[in-house]
């Protein structure tokens, strides 16, 4: 089995994890659904080095496991008030339905960084502007960047090539450059409309 090929099965077994969770919290007679979190929780410890991953699958990865941690924690806080009883009214409205909400305060979270002024990556917004010292580590980053050109590029009606790996090859490879030359740890990216073009602009942080 490939790589990606696992990826889709741990996100099937996440889906399914999620239901079956729904189900045990709506029915008394069931029992918690230990072992599809097993299955769950060997492929993400599978995967946890991520050196095998290209990356956006590392990326992918990220994703998966962090929808795991909110969801678990959820579920960990529902099987206490389950033991111990509903002891504060609030408790009682505590449903699955807090998954959704605290995986978007997640997703809405993430992706705030660099310098400047932050936009949303996949509005358009310009400048967008991001700090990076390794690349091959920070994942998120680089992908709110390429989806900032991205976005830039299909608003301006450019051409819009290139997969998230060679631009993360790129910038890996500029960030060791400039790095280099300057004798620095940061370089600051930015997208930006220069001569009604779209720019992937890259600077030393001195």
Same mark, same amino acid.
């Not at 889709?8 to 599809?36: G, S, T």
């Not at 690349?135 to 299909?154: C, D, F």
């Given at each position: 089995?490939?790589?990606?090929?696992?990826?889709?099965?741990?996100?099937?077994?996440?889906?399914?994890?999620?239901?079956?969770?729904?189900?045990?919290?709506?029915?008394?007679?069931?029992?918690?659904?230990?072992?599809?979190?097993?299955?769950?929780l060997a492929l993400i410890r599978k995967f946890s080095d991520g050196t095998r991953m290209s990356f956006s699958q590392r990326y992918r990865y990220n994703e998966m496991a962090q929808r795991y941690a909110v969801q678990s924690d959820l579920w960990r806080k529902k099987m206490r008030i389950r033991e111990e009883g509903y002891r504060r009214p609030q408790d009682a409205m505590l449903s699955v339905q807090g998954v959704r909400a605290s995986a978007e305060h997640e997703r809405k979270h993430r992706h705030v960084y660099g310098v400047g002024r932050h936009a949303d990556?996949?509005?358009?917004?310009?400048?967008?502007?991001?700090?990076?010292?390794?690349?091959?580590?920070?994942? %998120? !980053? =680089?992908?709110?960047?390429?989806?900032?050109?991205? /976005?830039?590029? $299909? @608003?301006?009606? %450019? !051409? =819009?090539?290139?997969?998230?790996?060679?631009?993360? /090859?790129?910038? $890996? @490879?500029?960030?060791?450059?400039?790095?280099?030359?300057?004798?620095?740890?940061?370089?600051?990216?930015?997208?930006?409309?220069?001569?009604?073009?779209?720019?992937?602009?890259?600077k030393a942080k001195t």
């Open positions: 089995m490939t790589i990606d090929e696992e990826l889709n099965l741990l996100d099937q077994q996440l889906r399914r994890l999620k239901i079956e969770y729904e189900i045990f919290f709506n029915n008394p007679a069931k029992r918690p659904p230990a072992d599809v979190e097993w299955k769950v990556a996949s509005a358009g917004d310009l400048p967008f502007t991001v700090q990076c010292s390794d690349a091959t580590s920070e994942i %998120e !980053k =680089v992908e709110s960047l390429y989806k900032a050109l991205m /976005a830039a590029k $299909q @608003k301006s009606g %450019e !051409k =819009v090539s290139g997969s998230l790996d060679s631009f993360a /090859a790129f910038v $890996q @490879k500029k960030t060791i450059q400039l790095r280099k030359e300057y004798g620095c740890d940061t370089v600051v990216y930015s997208v930006e409309m220069q001569g009604g073009h779209v720019m992937l602009k890259a």
